[in-house]
């Protein structure tokens, strides 16, 4: 059964980094494509950074881009985001999601990711 498995949340000061990684497992031949999303207290849950596994190809959202970068380590079945320049805004749950098994989907809606994580909250203070 494929699943993913979030870690590396924390507190920082603005300004600071952190840096998330997300496990894959039960995949025969791995995801499609990774991405991260985030849900901050009494919003909606919004897209955040995303990674098609194979050729490397990102997609960011408008806010991140240029401070958040994604990658990933296909020999680790590991997908990484490093939050660099961190503001009080980028306070959420960071949730972590795959392409379902055989999807050729990547990009940033998030009714194509069907396998999620738990998440992991990351908390910025001013």
């Known amino acids: 059964q494929a699943q993913v498995v979030e870690s590396g949340g924390g507190s920082v000061q603005a300004g600071g980094s952190l840096r998330l990684s997300c496990v894959t497992s039960?995949?025969?031949?791995?995801?499609?494509?990774v991405g991260w999303f985030r849900q901050a207290p009494g919003k909606e849950r919004e897209f955040v950074a995303s990674?098609?596994?194979?050729?490397?190809?990102?997609y960011y959202a408008e806010s991140v881009k240029g401070r958040f970068n994604i990658s990933r380590d296909v020999a680790k079945n590991t997908a990484y985001l490093q939050l660099n320049d961190s503001k009080p805004e980028d306070t959420a749950m960071y949730y972590c999601?795959?392409?379902?098994?055989?999807?050729?989907?990547?990009?940033?809606?998030?009714?194509?990711?069907?396998?999620w994580g738990q998440g992991t909250q990351v908390t910025v203070s001013s």
């Open positions: 999601a795959a392409t379902a098994p055989g999807s050729t989907y990547c990009g940033q809606r998030d009714s194509m990711f069907t396998i």
């Open positions: 039960g995949y025969i031949y791995g995801p499609k494509c």
């Open positions: 990674i098609s596994l194979g050729d490397a190809l990102t």
